[in-house]
């Protein structure tokens, strides 16, 4: 399983070679493809008439555009939120992908989302991994909840980059909290975009007679964060 992807409207090509590469499932963390479209690929992948790894779907990432300061007691962010997932689950959503919101929506989501029994994923950008594991969070996307503080280090920046020093005894209590919870952390994986995935130096079955894999490739590495993840060696 490839458990964080974004392969947008390169399925018919990404699909494929997905399977050809051994992955059999993967998690398509936020979609520009409408949900409707994603859940019927999903049937017919199922019913074998497309090629393509088993999937889990959340449809678009949830943002709040301009949040707003709600006051204590406002029934407008769970009506919302409850909205938003009451939707999202009825046209087919496996799980909810937050993103950028208030705080305030953000735990309204995962409670909305507790209700329905979806597990959610996301961004944590406001709310630290601990907390939102607490709150229900079933998977952490990327490491941007491993802030030092969780496990009581130190940031120092040499050369523009950050390293933490980290304290292993507390490193360790914060991982048992978050498997306590049952909540997973989701690191920057192969698939995240579409070039990463598809990169001539991570898949080993790479054919050209893909139609439209080179136009593809040249596609993608347009991306700028795509070119300084190159840069720096990423796979």
């Known amino acids: 399983w490839d458990l964080?992807?974004?392969?947008?409207?390169?399925?018919?090509?990404?699909?494929?070679?997905f399977i050809a590469n051994g992955v059999t499932g993967v998690r398509d963390a936020g979609s520009p493809v409408p949900l409707a479209t994603l859940v019927q690929w999903k049937r017919e992948i199922l019913a074998g008439t497309r090629v393509g790894p088993r999937l889990l779907?959340?449809?678009?990432?949830?943002?709040?555009?301009?949040?707003?300061?709600?006051e204590q007691g406002d029934s407008l962010p769970r009506s919302l939120a409850r909205w938003v997932a009451d939707s999202l689950q009825a046209a087919g959503a496996d799980f909810l992908k937050l993103y950028s919101m208030s705080t305030p929506m953000y735990f309204t989501m995962l409670a909305e989302a507790r209700r329905l029994g979806l597990f959610v994923g996301g961004h944590f950008w406001r709310v630290g991994g601990q907390a939102a594991s607490d709150s229900g969070a079933t998977i952490l996307d990327h490491t941007d909840w491993f802030d030092p503080a969780v496990c009581g280090g130190a940031v120092e920046v040499k050369g523009g980059l950050r390293h933490d020093t980290l304290?292993?005894?507390?490193?360790r209590a914060a991982i048992q909290r978050l498997w306590a919870n049952h909540t997973w952390v989701m690191p920057f994986s192969l698939g995240v975009y579409p070039s990463v995935a598809m990169a001539p130096r991570v898949l080993r079955y790479k054919p050209d007679s893909v139609p439209g894999y080179r136009q593809f490739l040249a596609a993608v590495q347009e991306e700028p964060q795509i070119r300084r993840a190159e840069a720096g060696g990423l796979t």
């Open 4 to 17: 964080h992807v974004h392969t947008g409207w390169y399925a018919d090509i990404s699909y494929p070679l």
């Open 57 to 70: 779907v959340s449809g678009p990432s949830i943002f709040e555009v301009q949040p707003i300061q709600y």
């Open 167 to 171: 304290d292993g005894p507390k490193c």
